[in-house]
DNA sequence: AAGTGGTCTAGACCACGAA
DNA sequence: TCGTGGTCTAGACCACTTA
């Protein structure tokens, strides 16, 4: 049985491996769409999803009038995507290694309760773990999860080396949307501790919601050690214009 | 002259206006593809677009053959979009105001003339601000432009109250996109001078590059207190599956 | 004026989820 | 099975950019 692939998917496809294949320079322009029409046999409304896909991205930029211009992709693709630290981390070329420190069923702390909206009665699964890139540690780590959703998760937590790996391979949750909340701190003397720095490092603290369709998930408290790990993200474009009546 | 709008822009707002008005509980569905194109006498592309334009803000989630949820837009508006340091602590309804140290033009740093992938040579206008949140000081702010795009801006910089702003009514450029970079330090003494507080306080520091059609425009270096501001990104949705032939 | 992308239609068939 | 959203077509007209 052969996956059923939508043929916009396949243009951009194309168009995509081309991009990154150098087939075009920085500033010239894709073909205009009649032509894509015709070279894929495709439609107009076709080749307009895979354009603005890779429009998306960041691969081109669309301008009517002018044409569809390629963009230098290399300084444009940047992680805009929801993708965990320990993920991240991996992208950037280091071996991550988690130490599981405890793994607790606990009533939600009241902030908590607040942030993922649970009243504190219901039980939450508490996940502290020690995260190291390269043997060294770089982060204390903090996941709170629905007990009810998480079943046995105490047994498999401290064998696990991606949250959100076992999250979908296990409990088949996929998480599709996040918000993280960012501030700085001095590592206290406990944090300072567990990373091995003196007491006053600064510390990168993200806090996270993950959801899936609209429904928190899970709650992250993130320490990391300023240092060794720097945060990035790619935002884009405004809101559409509103309309004034 | 009346202004051209679409009519996926008319649906899409008539939408909006609907779900901010509370005229949907949290959970509800909204009319199906067919309901709406008889409703707003359009065709059913004219529909999706209206709809995945909500969708793609957080509003409403869509699911095949389960139909088109209501979230809770209080919850999902997050700023997921390009805005001004201070466009955001206004919108968090701060009394926002700028002194600017200084406005000069230098010769590009090395780490900016890299970042902006300038040569050397070229001159850059390096613009110094201390921005204060309700008459407190909560940020140093630098930002490096191309001198060449900005032309005079050393006599328009002193009372602007919105670099971006600035930008579009006086120069016609629109960012459409950015990258930050975040990190944490201790603020150093000169810093902590200007901000008024003690030396070694966390300062939490983005580094954001800003650009319009993937061409760099700006650079700029926000040094913030750390207890006074959080930042918050909400980011969504992983990118689409690759094929494999 | 010519060519580009932007909007829109009417209709078809497919794939997923709930009853 | 039925109703939902997902994909796709062929064709039309509009709006912007450039020459």
Redesign the interface.
Known sequence: MTAK?PRY??V??ALKKQIEADQYQTGDRLPPEPELEKKYNVSR?TVRKAVE?LAG??FV?I?QGRGT?V??FK??Q?L????SFSETLRGQGFTVSQRVLSVETVKPPGKISEML?VSESEMVVKISRLTLANEVPIAVMTNYLFWEMVPDIEEKAPTMQSLYQLLESEYNIFI???????????SDRNTAGLLKVEE?T????VRRISYR??EPIEFADLQII?ER????????????K??NF
């Open positions: 692939i998917l396949i951009y496809n409304t896909l991205e960041g930029h301008k211009e963009l230098d300084t444009t940047k805009q995507y929801v993708t909206s599709d949307s996040a918000t993280d909340y960012i501030s700085a701190a001095n006053g600064p510390i990168l603290v369709g609209g300023a790990y720097e945060y990035s993200v790619h935002t884009k474009e405004r809101p559409p509103e309309l």
